[in-house]
């Protein structure tokens, strides 16, 4: 079968593989479309931590059931949740799976979605609507982390919010936001495509570049700051930010992950006694979400951008290089 595969760093290629052979309690899904994550480009780049070459990447895809049963039939539209837990650890024991102390990913620690076919434990495949559009079923996981992030805090529907960061998790963040009632959905972000982007799909948007980012949001929210501020930048300039723009008693989240400690104002969370939130991938009610959300009206389509199992090598350019792209997939089949 194809797959594209990470072999080292900077280095990628489709190449043909084995099917893979199924275990008890997997299912083999043929994969429909996969996307780049964040964490693929730091494969890609030899940075990551736990993913070894050779490796089939992808845990962002969508696909048809193989050999299906009565349970899950043949041609079934699926989703995957590319979660591996331990189930032993306190945390899979209090039903925190997600944060497994051990937590594992398929297309990082074992065999992914970027190939013709996966096999994956049944207890991971979330079920599509028969009209769902598949290339946006690849979009589900990371739209199950803007659902998480914001299921994570004390939104309320009429809140006004700040979001740093107009990349794919931010914008999905955004829209979870605006999508479940946010009055203002305030993004910030430097990149002009992305501004551009931000501004088409309906949110208020602040160039640092240009405009001073505190007084625009004050002035934005009659002085008084944002009920919560999502940083899903992770960028120290960011950090010292964060305390300024929230209201009294509001909240932060760190959606992003800082590659290294950062400088963060401590004595503001004293005095304006504010809740700090960290927030890790999802859960599986959150996919479910993600599927409803999807089927809303907002243009999700808009941060795909589609391109064949062969232009694996200009894919991740692209993406790394982020300047006209949010979201990539890779089209294995209709």
Same mark, same amino acid.
């Given at each position: ?15 043909q *593989? ?67 837990s ?15 102390? $051990? ?22 495949? &979330? ?20 659902? &998480?992030a ?44 992305? *501004? ?22 004050? =002035? ?14 992770a ?11 929230? =209201? ?9 992950s800082?590659?290294?400690? $950062? ?7 004293e ?56 979201k $990539?997939?890779?089209k294995?089949?209709?």
């Open positions: 079968m194809k797959a594209i595969i990470y072999k080292g760093p900077k280095e990628i290629a489709c190449e *593989i084995a099917e893979p052979l199924l275990s008890e309690n997997e299912v083999l899904i043929k994969v429909s479309h996969a996307g780049i994550c964040g964490s693929d480009l730091n494969i890609y780049l030899g940075v990551h931590p736990r993913a070894k070459a050779p490796l089939v990447l992808g845990h962002e895809f969508s696909g048809y059931i193989v050999n299906g049963d009565q349970e899950l039939p043949t041609g079934t539209k699926v989703c995957v949740r590319p979660l591996i331990c189930c032993k650890c306190s945390a899979c024991q209090s039903g925190n799976s997600h944060v497994c102390e $051990t937590l594992k990913l398929y297309g990082i620690d074992t065999a992914g979605g970027m190939a013709e076919y996966v096999k994956v434990d049944r207890s991971k495949v &979330h079920v599509l609507p028969d009209d769902f559009p598949m290339d946006l079923g690849a979009f589900v996981e990371p739209l199950a982390v803007g659902v &998480h914001v299921s994570r805090t004390p939104f309320k529907i009429g809140d006004a919010v700040v979001v740093f960061g107009a990349g794919t998790i931010g914008l999905c963040v955004a829209s979870v936001l605006k999508l479940a009632g946010a009055k203002q959905v305030i993004v910030i972000e430097t990149n002009d495509f992305r *501004i551009n982007l931000a501004k088409e799909l309906g949110f208020t948007v602040i160039n640092p570049k240009q405009e001073d980012v505190l007084s625009t949001v004050l =002035k934005l929210t009659n002085q008084v700051g944002a009920d919560i501020v999502y940083d899903c930048a960028h120290p300039s960011v950090a010292l930010q964060l305390t300024d723009l929230v =209201k009294v008693q509001g909240t932060i989240e760190i959606v992003g800082y590659k290294k400690p $950062t400088e963060f104002k401590l004595l503001d969370i005095f304006k006694e504010l809740n700090i939130v960290g927030t890790r991938v999802y859960q599986a009610r959150d996919f479910e979400t993600a599927i409803e959300f999807i089927q809303q009206d907002f243009p999700y389509k808009k941060l795909l951008t589609v391109l064949t199992p062969e232009e694996a090598k200009q894919g991740f350019t692209n993406a790394l290089a982020g300047e006209n792209v949010i $990539t997939l890779f294995f089949s209709d």
